[in-house]
């Protein structure tokens, strides 16, 4: 029996980009695990990724090319070949090119975060075919927009330095289900005397863990900085030459915070004064102490209305106090531009320039109503065509009734690349079989840490899976595109996949890092302890001119949410209840939900509700409801439970629609209104109603 071990990288969306070690015999994976000498990994996976191989040797694996044979998501289809799908595709795609190719439209996000198999040899197709642009919002571009006109590029606190750190608020995430790797370094640091405080709406499993959890209304995270921001500057809980030598506009924003007192604060987050004034204390007193005081700022405080804002605002707490003087200090959103990518190597955008004008952009978090647009000179022509690859849209994305409405179009073409026969693989014409992980070749960033990572194939492609850059391949040359950067191999695209000039990347060597796993981007401890922020001034701007010209306030503010009580009181006389839909722990994304033992583990939608929300709608623990607004309404357990604050309902999310008794998910009552920068979505600015469902309505449900 041959026995090999090969490196390999976890692909999926979540910061910690683990590498993996894949036991191999005779052509079969046989385990997954945990790199040990990997630091951000430490030999630890969580039980998602432990299972991939359940996942890889799936029974319900798509293994060939199929055609619908049924109506638009009845999921009825015919195996085919891959030269009779190929031949469709591209005689499909390109009858429409000859009308106008910007009514093709390639729907991706992060079904795998790897350069290779995601938007290189797409990119490459798509702008060579002319195709319309996908805006991809549907995460954090609102934060990191807010980010970028704060402090610069998205770089922040180094995941290794967490255990040193003496203070960190975790804000607006649950990293014991979505960030495992930071959990285990905020554990490290609370064993040696570090204080760790949750700010969420809802008492997440973290939060449960943490020594104070601040529950604040949703959508007030930007406000509660400013009020943090009005006690430092009030009680001079400030660095001040940190403030001198390395930030902007701070006596207009001395100015703007005087006005968020205490109790303005706490009034709008719905929170005690006492908890507004002792956070911004506590934070203020251990950076002047030159202890790291550490804030990992997560993407549920992004998903609403002022969510650009909110993460502006926080992102200008680190500077005020001198934070980013230590290693564990400072502010980690994300270390996405950590990375040298050469994003033009991959991509070829220079391939769509034979079209002269740029093609329109479309923006992802709004399929819903652009698949349902009709031609006209402001949109341009109606979506002919949707190619979708690593992504689930009629699952994750927004008012989720009207993107199944578009996707049901008969005249609609919907190309779906997928492993398993997801929602929106059943409104597809063509479906085609893809490799997971452990088939193809990959090389990876990452959002959570600072290494470079490899992904080996561990196995031969199951069935007649291909990889996502071959199948592009395919579809060029059934094209006739002939440019030489259609016939580039996967170790081509990877080896071009950093710059090699770039300081950061050290001499960045496909094929080195191939045999190793994974390499250390050459970072500074602390990349702000002496300024150098990578905003037009080089400094934290506190005043933004860029954004003034963009139309934006300069300064931090507060945006109240789109659907409040208190924003707005008619709204919310009808719809009482706000709600939230972060992830389960089972789950990432719309990922892993086919799984069985994951979703036994799992069990069936739920929501979390207060017991006196509950009591007053006559709901017990463990009763069927409805939960509506204008948008449409979806069915869950509920769980009477104090983890969710009153007027607050919580369903842990993204469940396959397929697999809920109702077949609907969260996104039934989510919006497609944008934030207030990067266009990205508001999943959590949601008013809702709930209502027990009557016995045989319940019984059917169950």
């Known amino acids: 029996m041959s026995t090999t071990i090969v490196r390999a990288a976890c692909p999926h969306d979540c910061p910690d980009t683990c590498a993996l070690l894949v036991t191999v015999k005779d052509g079969v994976a046989t385990e997954v695990r945990g790199d040990p000498e990997h630091p951000p990994t430490s030999g630890v996976l969580c039980t998602k990724v432990a299972r991939y191989t359940e996942r890889t040797y799936h029974k319900d694996r798509l293994l060939h090319p199929l055609r619908r044979v049924g109506k638009k998501g009845e999921g009825k289809f015919e195996r085919i070949s891959w030269d009779e799908a190929i031949a469709t595709i591209a005689d499909r795609l390109g009858a429409i090119a000859l009308r106008d190719p910007q009514a093709i439209l390639p729907y991706s ?9 995601g938007e290189s040899m797409a990119g490459r197709f798509f702008n060579r075919l002319g195709a319309s642009q996908l805006e991809r919002t549907i995460c954090a571009s609102a934060g990191g927009v807010g980010y970028r006109y704060t402090v610069g590029a998205r770089i922040g606190t180094d995941l290794e330095q967490v255990n040193n750190a003496k203070l960190i608020l975790i804000w607006g995430g649950n990293p014991i289900a979505s960030n495992l790797h930071f959990w285990t370094r905020v554990q490290a640091a609370k064993r040696n005397g570090a204080r760790i405080i949750a700010i969420d709406p809802y008492r997440s499993l973290t939060a449960e ?23 430092l500057v009030a009680e001079n809980l400030l660095d001040g030459d940190y403030i001198a030598r390395h930030t902007l506009g701070f006596e207009q924003l001395k100015e703007r915070v005087a006005e968020w007192t205490p109790h303005r604060t706490a009034d709008i987050c719905g929170i005690s004064v006492e908890e507004v004034q002792g956070l911004a204390r506590e934070y203020g007193r251990v950076a002047l102490a030159g202890e790291g005081a550490m804030i990992r700022a997560n993407y549920g405080l992004q998903r609403v209305r002022g969510g650009g804002m909110a993460a502006r605002n926080i992102a200008c707490l680190p500077a005020l106090v001198g934070a980013w003087r230590h290693p564990s200090g400072g502010i980690q ?18 391939l769509a320039a034979r079209h002269g004008a740029p093609a329109r952009m479309v923006n992802m978090s709004t399929i819903g109503d652009e698949l349902l647009k009709p031609a006209s000179p402001a949109f341009g022509p109606k979506i002919d065509a949707v190619v979708v690859y690593n992504s689930n849209p009629v699952a994750v994305a927004p008012e989720s009734a009207k993107v199944a409405e578009g996707f049901a179009r008969e005249d609609l073409f919907t190309v779906v690349l997928e492993h398993f026969q ?27 840490h600072v290494y470079m990572m490899a992904n080996n194939a561990a196995i031969a492609p199951l069935g007649e899976a291909k990889p996502n850059t071959e199948i592009f391949r395919l579809l060029a040359a059934a094209m006739g595109f002939g440019e030489d950067c259609f016939k580039e191999c996967d170790d081509a695209i990877a080896a071009a996949a950093f710059r090699r000039d770039h300081p950061r990347s050290a001499g960045y060597d496909w094929d080195e890092l191939k045999e190793k796993g994974w390499q250390r981007l050459s970072m500074p401890a602390a990349p702000f302890a002496e300024g150098g922020f990578t905003t037009p001034s080089g400094k934290c701007e506190f005043y933004s001119e860029q954004m003034k010209v963009a139309g934006l306030d300069p300064l931090p503010a507060y945006t109240p949410p789109y659907e409040s009580v208190a924003s707005n009181p008619q709204l919310g006389a009808k719809y009482p209840l706000a709600m939230i839909s972060p992830p389960a722990r089972n789950f990432l994304n719309s990922s892993f939900v086919n799984v069985q033992s994951l979703r036994d583990t799992e069990g069936e939608p739920h929501l ?51 697999f809920a008794a109702d077949g609907k998910n969260a996104n039934e009552v989510t919006s497609q209104r944008l934030t207030d920068m990067g266009n990205a979505p508001t999943f959590y600015d949601v008013l809702v109603q709930v209502e027990r469902m009557a016995g045989d309505d319940a019984a059917a449900a169950a």
């Not at 943490?210 to 006690?231: F, K, N, S």
């Open 333 to 350: 959103m994300s270390t996405s531009d950590s990375f040298p990518r050469d994003s033009a190597a991959l991509s070829r955008p220079d």
């Open 109 to 117: 996000y992060a079904g795998t975060m790897g350069l290779v198999q």
């Open 422 to 448: 997801t929602d929106t693989a059943d409104y597809a014409d063509i479906v085609l079989p893809a490799t997971t992980q452990l088939e193809h070749v990959d090389v990876h960033s990452a959002y959570g």
């Open 608 to 658: 979390d509700m207060h017991p006196d929300d509950a009591a007053a709608r006559g709901i017990a623990d463990g009763d069927m409801a409805r939960i509506f607004n204008d948008r449409g309404s979806m069915q869950a357990r509920v769980r009477v439970t104090d983890k969710a604050r009153l007027g607050l309902v919580v369903g842990l999310s993204i469940w396959w629609k397929k």
């Open 209 to 231: 863990k943490c020594h104070q959890h601040i529950a604040l209304l949703p959508g007030t995270d930007a406000a509660l900085a400013l009020g943090m921001m009005h006690v």
